[in-house]
């Protein structure tokens, strides 16, 4: 859980540039790729496919965005996407992470123990978190882990009412000792990329 938030939280800032418009690849592996599939999809004509071309792939990709969290202050989010992944994908589960402005992790939901190897058909997954007055940006994605190949589909991100219950898995968790300066410099560059709403979730824009 440790590396995977110090990862995150960084990530953007060594991201990988996609032909998928609106979403970029990170994580520990960087030999991950992401393409759009026009065989493979839930409803459209499109998906997007992630996948590791080695024999052995080590450690996990993500399919990511990051957006900036004015517009949903206060509010609850929901998360969900429809997830189908083949035989030798160790993890295909969807992800958000709540950050602060100081880089700090408000809220965060990996489904680490709600979700399940491969191979298995399409799967809706959902997530629920709160976005506390103090966050900046909310980042979500799918994390694969894995020789085989992941497809993601039909993404949607709303405002649910205030009464529904959250998936958060943590507690607030402050940026580490001696790192502010370096995670506040990354919190500002990003937040200046980010846009104020995700985008293509149907994957059905063009490159």
Same mark, same amino acid.
């Given at each position: 859980m440790r590396t995977v938030l110090a990862v995150l939280v960084v990530g953007a800032a060594s991201a990988q540039m996609t032909s998928v418009p609106g979403w970029f690849l990170s994580g520990?592996?960087?030999?991950?790729?992401l393409t759009l599939d026009h065989e493979t999809y839930h409803s459209g004509q499109f998906s997007a496919r992630i996948e590791c071309p080695e024999q052995k792939c080590a450690d996990f990709a993500t399919v990511m965005q990051?957006?900036?969290?004015?517009h949903y202050l206060e509010k609850r989010v929901r998360l969900s996407a429809w997830v189908k992944a083949d035989k030798g994908v160790r993890a295909a589960r969807m992800w958000m992470r709540i950050?602060?402005?100081?880089?700090?992790?408000?809220?965060f939901d990996n489904m680490e123990s709600r979700g399940k190897k491969g191979p298995f058909g399409w799967t809706l997954q959902k997530i629920v978190l709160k976005v506390p007055r103090d966050a900046a940006l909310i980042n979500f994605g799918l994390i694969v882990a894995?020789?085989?190949t992941a497809?993601? +589909?039909? $993404?949607?991100? +709303?405002? $649910?009412?205030?009464?529904t219950r959250t998936t958060n898995m943590l507690g607030p968790s402050p940026v580490p000792p001696g790192e502010a300066v370096r995670y506040a410099n990354v919190m500002r560059d990003v937040y200046l990329k980010s846009k104020y709403e995700p985008v293509n979730l149907d994957f059905e824009t063009a490159p």
């Amino acid at each position: 859980m440790r590396t995977v938030l110090a990862v995150l939280v960084v990530g953007a800032a060594s991201a990988q540039m996609t032909s998928v418009p609106g979403w970029f690849l990170s994580g520990l592996n960087r030999a991950f790729q992401l393409t759009l599939d026009h065989e493979t999809y839930h409803s459209g004509q499109f998906s997007a496919r992630i996948e590791c071309p080695e024999q052995k792939c080590a450690d996990f990709a993500t399919v990511m965005q990051t957006i900036r969290s004015f517009h949903y202050l206060e509010k609850r989010v929901r998360l969900s996407a429809w997830v189908k992944a083949d035989k030798g994908v160790r993890a295909a589960r969807m992800w958000m992470r709540i950050d602060g402005v100081d880089g700090s992790v408000l809220g965060f939901d990996n489904m680490e123990s709600r979700g399940k190897k491969g191979p298995f058909g399409w799967t809706l997954q959902k997530i629920v978190l709160k976005v506390p007055r103090d966050a900046a940006l909310i980042n979500f994605g799918l994390i694969v882990a894995g020789e085989g190949t992941a497809w993601l +589909d039909d $993404v949607t991100f +709303d405002v $649910v009412p205030k009464n529904t219950r959250t998936t958060n898995m943590l507690g607030p968790s402050p940026v580490p000792p001696g790192e502010a300066v370096r995670y506040a410099n990354v919190m500002r560059d990003v937040y200046l990329k980010s846009k104020y709403e995700p985008v293509n979730l149907d994957f059905e824009t063009a490159p």
